[in-house]
């Protein structure tokens, strides 16, 4: 079942259970909403970040990096203070469910977030399109072409080997050389005394680069189902994503989970839910792969 073929007057949880029940795969894409419900604020939404602090896009820049690091580095700093206090919410943990379940033959989540409540919900199949609060990166010392392990991905993926994982890292380091940093506080700010050094986020602005390696490979590969879950449509790559999907299949359904706005421009499935409502329900179905 796909979203136009939907019958008038059927109920849009039990079409978004038999959409999933029959799908081959799904990509997941998350946005802020999702996390909202575990005590972080959204930036577009309803008291978001950007109505708060309307200068917080300015200053999340490569220019604002430059001209008052310590403005920039002490934001993630209360950022992270938040986040590290943060749980994962039901819907967090539903998708890693069906994650560890293999509820499908093919399966990714593809996060606009930065908290890792994914990966802490146990879910280990997570692209984050936006980079993360807990990585630092700075640039690689040579040209990645230069590089040895870059020629050995290179003629992994002629051969056919290790596609996937090779795409995944490569999305992850976005031709930097990228490291984990949990420290809750920053010992001083800046946290580091190298300038060369910045927090391993998507500054606005900036391209995106690598980072989209491993999702673009999955979505060509056929999405199967899309569950688009607390994404604002202000956010263009949400757009982009989805039309990708439906020029690699068009068949596929796109099902959207947000109580607040019906971001979604394409052709879909609209649950005015909060995520963990409609993936509880949805999980409580009890469907299975056909």
């Given at each position: 079942m796909s979203a136009s073929t939907i019958h008038p007057g059927q109920d849009p949880l039990?079409?978004?259970?038999?959409?999933?029940?029959?799908?081959?795969?799904l990509l997941v894409i998350t946005g802020a909403g999702i996390s909202v419900e575990s005590g972080l604020p959204s930036y577009r939404g309803p008291d978001g970040v950007y109505e708060a602090n309307p200068t917080l896009p300015d200053l999340l820049t490569e220019e604002g990096l430059a001209r008052d690091p310590d403005a920039l580095w002490g934001y993630l700093n209360e950022f992270?203070?938040?986040a590290a206090e943060a749980e994962p919410c039901p819907a967090h943990r539903v998708l890693a469910r069906w994650e560890q379940e293999a509820r499908f033959p093919r399966f990714?989540?593809?996060?606009?977030?930065?908290?890792?409540?994914?990966?802490?919900?146990?879910s280990d199949r997570v692209t984050e399109l936006h980079g993360s609060l807990w990585r630092m990166a700075r640039p690689q010392a040579e040209d990645f072409t230069d590089d040895p392990e870059f020629s050995r991905d290179a003629e992994d993926l002629l051969a056919g080997r290790d596609r996937e994982e090779i795409l995944r890292r490569w999305s992850l380091e976005n031709r930097r050389t990228v490291w984990e940093d949990r420290s809750v506080p920053f010992a001083q700010i800046p946290p580091y005394r190298d300038e060369a050094i910045r927090p391993d986020i998507l500054l606005f602005g900036e391209a995106y680069g690598d980072r989209l390696l491993w999702v673009e490979d999955f979505i060509e590969r056929g999405p199967g189902a899309i569950l688009v879950i607390g994404c604002s449509g202000?956010?263009?790559?949400l757009d982009r994503l989805l039309r990708a999907c439906r020029n690699a299949m068009p068949s596929c359904a796109i099902i959207h989970i947000n109580a607040y706005e019906d971001a979604v421009g394409l052709p879909h499935l609209h649950l005015a839910m909060t995520a963990s409502e409609a993936l509880g329900a949805l999980d409580g179905m009890r469907?299975?792969?056909s």
């Open positions: 039990h079409a978004a259970g038999e959409i999933l029940a029959t799908s081959p795969g992270r203070k938040r990714l989540i593809a996060t606009q977030n930065i908290d890792g409540l994914h990966q802490a919900a146990g202000q956010v263009g790559i469907w299975q792969p």
